[in-house]
T-cell receptor
Framework: EDKVVQSPLSLVVHEGDTVTLNCSYEVTNFRSLLWYKQEKKAPTFLFMLTSSGIEKKSGRLSSILDKKELFSILNITATQTGDSAIYLCASLRTGGGADGLTFGKGTHLIIQP | DSGVTQTPKHLITATGQRVTLRCSPRSGDLSVYWYQQSLDQGLQFLIQYYNGEERAKGNILERFSAQQFPDLHSELNLSSLELGDSALYFC?????????????FGPGTRLTVT
């Protein structure tokens, strides 16, 4: 059974801090690792990582995948209160559509002013 | 606003009952996905429909069923409800059959079973 574990489960930091969120996975026929941001209710897509060692960046957010050690990290620099959300990572199996997705339970990030 | 709509927003019902959740995808999207999110299980894929046909199946219980209608809206039917079915149910849509990762999520329906 595919497994995705995120840590920490919850994190409270001050505005301006840099945070690192972790995601490890054990997946048969791994294809990609996805990150989502869930504010209030609906998740929105952030990144998809398929190749090891290549950083994806979007503004203050960046993510990288290590396929040898089976983990990914999501970094957020100069955090703002608007970054407060639950961050989900999900693994995707080769050949799989949505039935190949396994989500972690998320990291609840709270940015205090 | 993703363009995906879900009704109702909240639903409170008793064990043993049956409910129907409704989803309207973004204009032009042919695929609809249903997910369940609970505190202990996290976000889990239930089922996907593409242009009216079932495309993929995940951890969907036999008490649950879904369909996609000719106008592409979808309904998720949950029957013989149990306390453990209490969760947030999301619908997502995408243009293609394998639209990952570009799925657009709706705001969800919070189901409480008492």
């Amino acid at each position: 059974e595919d497994k995705v574990v995120q840590s920490p489960l919850s994190l409270v930091v001050h505005e301006g801090d840099t945070v690192t969120l972790n995601c490890s996975y054990e997946v048969t026929n791994f294809r990609s690792l996805l990150w989502y941001k869930q504010e209030k209710k609906a998740p929105t897509f952030l990144f998809m990582l398929t190749s090891s060692g290549i950083e994806k960046k979007s503004g203050r957010l960046s993510s990288i995948l290590d396929k040898k050690e089976l983990f990914s990290i999501l970094n957020i620099t100069a955090t703002q209160t608007g970054d407060s959300a639950i961050y989900l990572c999900a693994s995707l199996r080769t050949g799989g559509g949505a039935d190949g997705l396994t989500f972690g339970k998320g990291t609840h990030l709270i940015i205090q002013p | 606003d993703s363009g995906v709509t879900q009704t109702p927003k909240h639903l409170i019902t008793a064990t043993g009952q049956r409910v129907t959740l409704r989803c309207s995808p973004r204009s032009g999207d042919l695929s609809v996905y249903w997910y369940q999110q609970s505190l202990d299980q996290g976000l889990q894929f239930l089922i996907q429909y593409y242009n009216g046909e079932e495309r993929a199946k995940g951890n969907i219980l036999e008490r649950f069923s879904a369909q996609q209608f000719p106008d592409l809206h979808s309904e998720l039917n949950l029957s013989s409800l149990e306390l453990g079915d209490s969760a947030l149910y999301f619908c997502a849509s995408s243009v293609q059959g394998d639209g990952l990762p570009e799925q657009y999520f709706g705001p969800g329906t919070r189901l409480t079973v008492t």
